[in-house]
């Protein structure tokens, strides 16, 4: 499987900032993938992130709020834009490794809280 | 919104009792994917079924997948209070194998 890294594991953060969050995968990957997980729910995707390309967004996310670097193959970086006490919440990324067999993992997650 | 469902929501059991959960999901898949959470920390990825399988087991884990019924099963045998933990089922589709997550089992094994 990848190692997936996730800095920070956690923060906590003022209302009005904004959070940078790094990913980084031990091995060349074409998707990364960022999901939010609200506190006692479950995951739901943010965006996928392709080397080389803008970001996807999934429905009810915007790259204005969310903005993501994909600068090369091992890493990816998620910005939480101007955050409020409602964006207090697990960020984790994911890959697929080995490419093209579908088998998603998961780096260890940011916890990030906003006062 | 989420594809799936899973039931139950909780689930506690005795140690060396074996733990049932289930998933439904909503739209045709390519394959499904089990995980396991620990205390709100990363998902650890326990076993992926394709459509076009029906069963796959690793260690004490069973997986069925019934795709005309849209659900799938996660069996755990002989439970340990080491299984503690949230268990969640993800459904991917071909493009791309963005995941969609069920709502997630809290499963309390008791030593």
């Known amino acids: 499987s990848a190692v997936i890294s996730q800095k920070p594991s956690r923060d906590i953060c003022q209302r009005g900032t904004s959070l940078t969050i790094q990913c980084q995968v031990d091995?060349?990957?074409?998707?990364m993938f960022w999901y939010r997980q609200q506190p006692g729910q479950s995951l739901t995707l943010i965006a996928t992130?392709?080397?080389?390309?803008?970001?996807?967004?999934e429905s009810g996310f915007v790259i204005d709020k969310f903005p993501i670097s994909r600068p090369n193959l091992t890493f990816s970086t998620l910005t939480v834009s101007n955050m409020s006490p409602e964006d207090s919440s697990i960020y984790l990324c994911?890959?697929?490794?080995?490419?093209?067999?579908?088998?998603?993992?998961f780096g260890p997650g940011t916890r990030l809280t906003v006062l | 919104s989420q594809q799936g469902e899973e039931d139950p929501q909780a689930l506690s059991i005795q140690e060396g009792e074996n733990a049932t959960m289930n998933c439904s999901y909503k739209?045709?898949?390519?394959?499904l994917q089990w995980y396991r959470q620990n205390s709100g920390r990363g998902l650890v990825h326990l076993i992926l079924?394709?459509?076009?399988?029906r069963e796959k087991h690793s260690g004490r884990l069973r997986v069925t997948l019934d795709t005309s019924k849209k659900s799938s099963s996660l069996l755990i045998t002989a439970s340990r209070a080491a299984d503690t933990a949230s268990y969640f089922c993800?459904?991917?589709?071909?493009?791309?194998?963005?995941?969609?997550f069920g709502g997630g089992t809290r499963v309390l094994v008791k030593p």
């Open positions: 994911s890959v697929d490794y080995p490419q093209s067999t579908d088998t998603q993992y």
């Open positions: 091995s060349q990957v074409t998707m």
């Open positions: 992130a392709n080397q080389g390309s803008e970001a996807t967004y």
């Open positions: 739209t045709s898949i390519n394959n």
């Open positions: 079924i394709r459509s076009n399988e």
């Open positions: 993800a459904t991917g589709k071909a493009a791309g194998n963005k995941l969609t």
